[in-house]
C-alpha cells in the first residue's frame, strides 16, 4: 500500500525524498575547513593549558602524595620486618643459651646422681666386705678349731689304733709308747 502511494506521487510529479539542498552544505568537513583553523588552534592551546594547569596542580600532586604515603608505608613496614627479625634473632638466641644451661644442669644432675650412686655403691660394697670378712674371720676360727679338734680326735684314735696293733701283734700294751710314738709322727 505504501509502494502505490509513492508511486502515485512520482506520477503527480511530487518526489519524496531525503535530498539537501545544495546550498546548505557548499563547505567540506568543519575541523579541516581552513577558515577555521585559527579558533580551533586558539582552544586547542586553551585546552592543553587548562589540562596541564590541571594535571599539575590538582592530579599529579594527588598522585605525588599517594606514592610519597606509599613509600613511606613499605619503608614503615621494612623497618618493623626488621625490628621483628631482631626480636626472633633474640628470643632464638634466649632460647638457645636458656637449653645449653639446662643441657649443663642435667648433665651436672645426673654426674651428681651418678657420683652420689658410685659413693653410696662404695659404702655398701666396703659394709659388706667387712661384714664378710667378719664371717670369714669367724668361719677360719672355727675351721681351727674344728681342724684342732680333729686332730685331737685323730691323735686319741691313732694312739687307740696303734696301741690295738701293738696289743695284737705282741700281745702285750703299753700306752705311753704309743702316745709317745703318735706325737713324734704327728709333730
Known sequence: MIDEALAQEAVDGHAAGTEVPADAHSSSFPPFDSSTFESQIVWLVLSFVAL???MSRVALPRIATVLEERRDRIADDLDQAAQYKRQTEEAIEAYETALAEARAKAQGIAQETRDRLQAETERQRVSIEARL??????AEKQIAATRDSALQNVRTVAVDVADTIVTRLLGESDRGAAERAVDRELA
Open 52 to 54: 596541564y594547569l590541571l
Open 133 to 138: 670378712a667378719e664371717k670369714i674371720a669367724d
